[in-house]
């Protein structure tokens, strides 16, 4: 009996129409242009304005997407894996809501929080569910409303994040495609420096934490950027290492949308020197935190090839990232 893996076989994806320029948040917060562009390489970033819409609406669309471009009956999915750090609602689970609307009748859900890494550790957990032989058609969706967490007059945050939403179906596979190995890793020493300070368990909210605006994302951006560029360069240099791979053999470095400089440490530091390989869209996004990853697979998907190796790579608050490498089962 051939061995299963785990494989990705359809993408989808979903931002909303609204766009928030560069040039628009020089109206707002002391900052321009060139400033935001040199240092982080985002134009502009799409914003879910409506307030009466969370990030249930854009895992809604993205998953959606994956059901009109495959014809996929909702009732098949097993299973519907939320990975999101800004859940609708506390306790009532956001993917619950979401396999309900879309139709997912006979599947289960749950959301994974694990802030910027959480499609990457959802990506191994679905892989798990279906290596084991338990299920056969899992949706992992990635998708965060960051402007409900994002404070406008703080210029080193609202300049970075952006709304958006995408999905993979992943299913068995016989041929040895999809997930082949990941380095999953998390350490609390950044825990102090990207976080929302208030709205848990240790700080419950208060009109106090309010008027502080402590229910916000507060970020200490050069310990994150130094960790960043550290852990995500090293676990992604590895995973090729153990899997003998050189900068040759990967076709694409599918990494976490942050900021350029720590993607081009990342694929500096893999050797890959063809800039094609490297997936970039955060100049029309900014960081989309939980749906970076497969917003690219969505709009390269045209690019890739059956057995095309993907390196993916991620890092987030926590602090948690990681490496995986994945071969592309299908042609668009």
């Not at 009466?52 to 495959?70: E, H, M």
């Not at 999953?184 to 208060?206: C, F, H, N, Q, V």
């Not at 009109?207 to 050069?222: S, Y």
């Not at 955060?282 to 749906?291: D, E, H, K, L, V």
């Amino acid at each position: 009996m051939s061995k299963i893996t785990a494989a990705i076989t359809a993408v989808g994806a979903y931002v909303p129409e609204d766009i928030l320029t560069n040039k628009m948040l020089e109206e707002m917060v002391d900052t321009n242009d060139e400033w935001i562009t040199t240092r982080t390489g985002i134009k502009e970033r799409h914003i879910l304005k409506d307030p009466n819409k969370g990030t249930s609406y854009l895992a809604i669309q993205a998953a959606k997407d994956i059901l009109r471009k495959t014809n996929l009956d909702p009732k098949e999915i097993d299973l519907v894996i939320m990975a999101t750090a800004t859940p609708d609602m506390p306790v009532a689970s956001t993917g619950v809501h979401v396999a309900t609307q879309i139709g997912a009748t006979n599947a289960f859900s749950y959301d994974l929080q694990a802030a910027c890494s959480s499609f990457l550790y959802g990506m191994s957990t679905a892989a798990a569910y279906i290596e084991a032989g338990r299920y056969k058609k899992v949706l992992l969706i990635g998708a965060d409303k960051m402007s409900s967490i994002i404070d406008y007059t703080d210029r080193t945050t609202c300049i970075i994040f952006g709304d958006g939403a995408g999905a993979v179906l992943m299913e068995p596979n016989t041929e040895g495609l999809g997930l082949q190995d990941e380095i999953l890793k998390s350490d609390s020493i950044g825990r102090e420096s990207l976080k929302i300070e208030a709205g848990g368990s240790l700080m419950p909210p208060t009109e106090e934490t309010v008027a502080r605006k402590l229910h916000f994302v507060q970020q200490d951006g050069k310990t994150v950027f130094k960790f960043a560029v550290s852990n995500m360069a090293g676990v992604s240099e590895q995973i090729m290492k153990r899997n003998d791979l050189s900068n040759e053999d990967v076709n694409w470095l599918v990494a976490h949308q942050a900021n350029k400089r720590i993607i081009d440490a990342t694929a500096n530091r893999m050797g890959l020197n063809d800039e094609d390989k490297v997936l970039m869209n955060i100049q029309r996004y900014g960081n989309t935190t939980s749906a970076t990853l497969p917003l690219l697979l969505s709009d390269y998907e045209k690019n890739f090839k059956k057995g095309d190796n993907l390196i993916f790579a991620s890092f987030g608050g926590g602090f948690t990232w990681g490496a995986a490498y994945l071969k592309w089962a299908y042609n668009s």
